[in-house]
Nanobody, 122 residues
């Protein structure tokens, strides 16, 4: 079984930055992708960003392109999402997801984390 544990969420002012992390443990796969999704109150969960495990390929939603950066640290089995120039509309619960394939497009979740809240105040 795969475990995904998010951390680093919190409250930040608009225009600020925040980094959230996803620690991957348990049974993993030779090649897989890890991504971030988010869900705001009353809205459907949406894709944010994804990376293949060796870090050679990334993919972003248009809404975060140029502001968010996804990266991985294989030694720590951790994926990060650096979020800059945050907007109130970025407020959501951010979920880490793992896909049992190295392809980041389309990103889908075979496993989910429990989520971490990110709140951006105006």
């Amino acid at each position: 079984q795969v475990q995904l544990v998010e951390s680093g969420g919190g409250l930040v002012q608009a225009g600020g930055s925040l980094i959230i992390s996803c620690a991957v443990s348990g049974r993993t796969f030779i090649d897989y992708a890890v991504g971030w999704f988010r869900q705001a109150p009353g809205k459907e969960r949406e894709f944010v960003a994804a990376i293949n495990w060796i870090g050679t390929n990334t993919y972003y939603a248009d809404s975060v392109k140029g502001r968010f950066t996804i990266s991985s640290n294989n030694a720590k089995n951790t994926v990060y999402l650096q979020m800059n120039s945050l907007k109130p509309e970025d407020t959501a619960v951010y979920y880490c997801a793992l896909k049992r394939s190295p392809s980041t497009v389309p990103m889908k979740a075979d496993y989910w984390g429990q989520g971490t809240q990110v709140t951006v105040s105006s």
